[in-house]
């Protein structure tokens, strides 16, 4: 449980999982919606896929990202958005690019 | 397309030992209660929060065990089918458990017989609703969905069959008090259980010819 409340702990990885909810995505189409370098995009994926909150398969040269939340998992994500732990707005673009420790461990 | 998880994923080994726990203390109540040691009224309320137990766990993991990924049908809306049939499980689960837990007995199972019995329509509305789309050939604007791999789908569907059985023998035992006419019921859906078994089996394990 501890690695899905750190997982859900970042904007990014929160804002990713939004993102999922509506299809399933590639890393590429994630990413474009990102002002973040790849790595670290990299990164946000492989900690949500620790967690169990994604799961990933390749199709041709790209990997598809899908949502795979169970339901204290969803209900988790719904209480984080509703209680504070809001984006900003609509655009959830961080402003510089992090170090992947920061990524890692915020 | 090859799948990146694992053999057996973390959600699958999850479901089926939560199951074979749960299955282990049915049969230690059950056994308890041919040895004396509890009361009828015990066993009964034992029994009842066991498979509210269950079915709050099968409904909590089933979106993580995508058992609709290999439908065909969009996989935004087999994604959402998922989602509402796990939250409509683990209300039942929730609820069935509090009435086990604080009703008098009889209202307890009438209560949970009928709570299952439409968590089960509501569930089998969805999935066929479903199943219709996709059979109409309705396309999909998304992206092909992420599947599981074919040794987790065979045991997802056996555990889910095992599941689909259990709850709905425990609905049936819940709604119905009368002995006789609750055996011959449950005679007609062992029946109709193994029928569906043989051709679900028959259906995972038909080889495919060589192109």
Redesign the interface.
């Known amino acids: 449980m501890n690695m899905v409340f750190k997982a859900l702990s970042d904007p990014t990885r929160r804002h990713v999982l939004e993102l999922l909810e509506?299809?399933?995505?590639?890393a590429g189409?994630l990413a474009e919606h990102f002002k973040v370098s790849k790595p670290t995009m990299s990164a946000h994926f492989a900690v949500l896929r620790e967690a169990?909150l994604i799961?990933?398969?390749?199709?041709g040269k790209s990997?598809?990202?899908?949502?795979?939340?169970?339901?204290?998992e969803?209900a988790l994500l719904r209480f984080a958005k509703g209680f504070g732990w809001r984006l900003q707005g609509a655009a959830p673009v961080p402003s510089k690019k992090r170090p992947l420790r920061e990524v890692l461990n915020p | 397309m090859n799948s990146v998880t694992p053999r057996y994923s973390h959600p699958v080994k999850m479901a089926v030992s939560g199951m074979l726990a749960i299955t282990a203390v049915m049969v230690a109540v059950a056994i308890a209660t041919k040895l004396n040691a509890i009361d009828a009224a015990t066993t009964k309320r034992a029994l009842g929060l066991a498979v509210a137990a269950m079915v709050a766990l099968i409904g909590n993991l089933l979106p993580k065990l995508r058992p609709l990924s290999s439908s065909g049908a969009d996989p935004t809306k087999t994604i959402a089918a998922e989602l509402l049939t796990g939250r409509i499980l683990v209300t039942a689960g929730i609820a069935d458990a509090g009435l086990f837990l604080f009703a008098p007995l009889h209202v307890a199972r009438f209560g949970a017989g009928l709570i299952g019995v439409g968590a089960i329509l509501i569930i089998l509305t969805s999935v066929a609703s479903l199943a219709w789309r996709a059979m109409s050939g309705e396309k999909s604007a998304a992206a092909p969905g992420v599947g599981i791999s074919a040794s987790n789908r065979k045991v997802v569907v056996y555990l889910l069959f095992a599941f689909a059985y259990a709850f709905a023998s425990a609905c049936v035992a819940f709604l119905v008090d009368e002995g006789a006419r609750r055996d011959a019921l449950a005679n007609w859906m062992t029946i109709g259980y193994t029928v569906l078994f043989a051709v679900l089996f028959a259906m995972l394990n038909r080889k495919r010819p060589a192109r």
């Open positions: 509506k299809r399933p995505m590639s189409d169990g799961s990933s398969e390749r199709q990997v598809v990202y899908a949502l795979q939340l169970s339901v204290l969803d």
